[in-house]
């Protein structure tokens, strides 16, 4: 196989495993708590980056990379595993873990706002889909309806804060990486403030005891792998394989996401649940295109 086409085979693995993280996250947290189990988890995904992607040169990393980008990836993981790991039930992990994923949404807004990205008009409907999928996907049964959403949301406003919160950091992350980062690499360094971090406050805070099984242990493993080897895939991919591809691929994540996370935790997902991620994936896609399609109009300019 030629190495672009196994590279973005890599790729695609990478987008596979991410999207099996919220279920994964879940079940570690109903065994060994929302805190621990987090920490856990990045504890274990931080030994298999060191292994696979190695430590970074921190001397050789811009000084604004090294403070803004770990600063960044440790706040948006912080509230992605801890929003899953406070859900109250098994859906509500599934629809937090859909809020999250309004962040390709929000980067390419973010992307528009401070690095001068082009778009044309696709970019507002792309919006208003987005966040009406999400809508869908918080109304319950009855698909588009605000005040079972908002009665959704009151049940639990710290897992959804803590998703939409998270959504809007990633966004930021990687409109911000992308300007000062000039080619390195942190993410070993970031898995491993983020597993001191919660380490730190499940010390500090507590948290309760941890509940060790074979399968709790099955899925620490699993999602520890995802997590790890789903970076390291994911930087082949982009590195040298179709990044056009990949780019296109990722947005169908929260789709792939909820279907795992159903058959993992066994729970059923209504048409208007389905509805809504098919709403949130086409918004994100129209934003995509809306970027595309004015850098292809951009006038060529001479030198």
């Not at 889909?129 to 710290?158: F, K, T, Y």
């Not at 099984?213 to 699993?222: A, D, N």
């Not at 691929?249 to 058959?263: C, D, E, G, K, R």
Request: glycine letters at 12%; one cysteine or more; charged letters at 10%.
């Amino acid at each position: 196989m030629p190495r672009q086409q196994s590279a973005t085979l890599i790729g695609l693995v990478a987008i596979v495993l991410w999207s099996s993280i919220v279920g994964l996250i879940r079940r570690v947290s109903e065994g060994l708590g929302a805190t621990g189990g987090a920490a856990m988890i990045y504890t274990l995904a931080t030994v298999l980056l060191l292994a696979t992607v190695g430590f970074p040169r921190l001397r050789a990393m811009p000084r604004a990379y090294l403070y803004w980008g770990s600063a960044l990836f440790v706040s948006y993981e912080l509230c992605l595993a801890l929003s899953i790991g406070y859900a109250n039930t098994g859906r509500q992990a599934i629809e937090v873990g859909m809020v999250n994923y309004l962040w390709p949404t929000f980067t390419m807004l973010a992307a528009m706002a401070f690095n001068g990205q082009r778009a044309s008009a696709l970019v507002l409907p792309g919006l208003l889909i987005s966040l009406a999928g999400i809508a869908c996907v918080l109304g319950g049964e009855q698909g588009l309806d605000p005040a079972g959403m908002l009665a959704n949301v009151r049940d639990n406003p710290l897992s959804y804060g803590l998703a939409f919160a998270g959504a809007l950091i990633w966004a930021a992350y990687c409109t911000v990486t992308a300007r000062i980062a000039k080619g390195s690499n942190g993410i070993a360094l970031f898995f491993l403030l983020t597993a001191l971090a919660l380490w730190t406050k499940y010390l500090l805070l507590g948290g309760p005891a941890m509940q060790w099984s074979w399968p709790t242990g099955l899925h620490l493993v699993l999602a520890a792998g995802a997590m790890g080897f789903g970076y390291a895939a994911w930087n082949v991919g982009i590195l040298h394989g179709n990044v056009t591809l990949l780019a296109g691929a990722s947005y169908f994540t929260p789709v792939l996401s909820a279907a795992l996370a159903a058959v993992l935790l066994g729970v059923p997902l209504t048409a208007a649940f389905w509805s809504g991620a098919a709403l949130v994936c086409g918004g994100a896609m129209l934003c995509w295109l809306a970027t595309r399609a004015a850098t292809r109009q951009r006038p060529a300019v001479r030198d």
